[in-house]
């Protein structure tokens, strides 16, 4: 059910002297251990990326700077969310389908990850995605 996907607070520290925030992931946060970290940065505008669903994989998405839309599909329904704070992260369980678009300039989206890279852990056909989502 996608409703139970929401974004989540990252908690953020505020120096009380005007040197800005710092926001910090712990382990408490996610449920998986962190396995890998990576990042999208220079995507153009009218670009989409992901456009897959993860067989095992979860992952954690924040927009560190700028924003971008992430679109979840889990084969019945589609739901969009707008990420535009570094404080704030998506959390994407594995068999969703997921896209993102509407990149704003110089947005960076981090990536945090509960698995290996396995090109064999990605459904890349949408058909192929409904028909394990019907079974
Ligand atoms: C996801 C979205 C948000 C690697 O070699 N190692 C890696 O860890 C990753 C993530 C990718 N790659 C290679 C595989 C492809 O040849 O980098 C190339 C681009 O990967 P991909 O087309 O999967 O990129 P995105 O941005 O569409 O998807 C990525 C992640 O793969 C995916 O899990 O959810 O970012």
Do not use: M
């Not at 990252?10 to 040197?19: E, F, L, M, N, V």
């Not at 019945?76 to 992260?89: A, D, I, M, S």
């Not at 369980?93 to 981090?110: I, K, T």
């Amino acid at each position: 059910d996608l409703n139970n996907i929401q974004l989540i607070d990252i908690p953020k520290i505020t120096a009380p002297d005007g040197r800005g925030n710092l926001s910090v992931v712990e382990k408490d946060l996610l449920p998986y251990k962190i396995k890998r970290v990576y990042y999208l940065y220079d995507v153009p505008s009218d670009s989409t990326r992901g456009g897959h669903a993860h067989k095992q994989l979860q992952q954690f998405l924040i927009a560190v700077a700028g924003s971008f839309s992430v679109v979840l599909d889990n084969g019945k329904e589609r739901k969009t969310f707008h990420l535009n704070r570094p404080n704030k992260g998506l959390l994407i369980p594995s068999g969703v389908w997921r896209e993102l678009e509407n990149f704003s300039a110089g947005a960076v989206c981090l990536s945090l990850v509960s698995e290996e890279y396995d090109e064999d852990d990605y459904i890349r056909e949408y058909k192929d995605f409904k028909s394990i989502e019907r079974r």
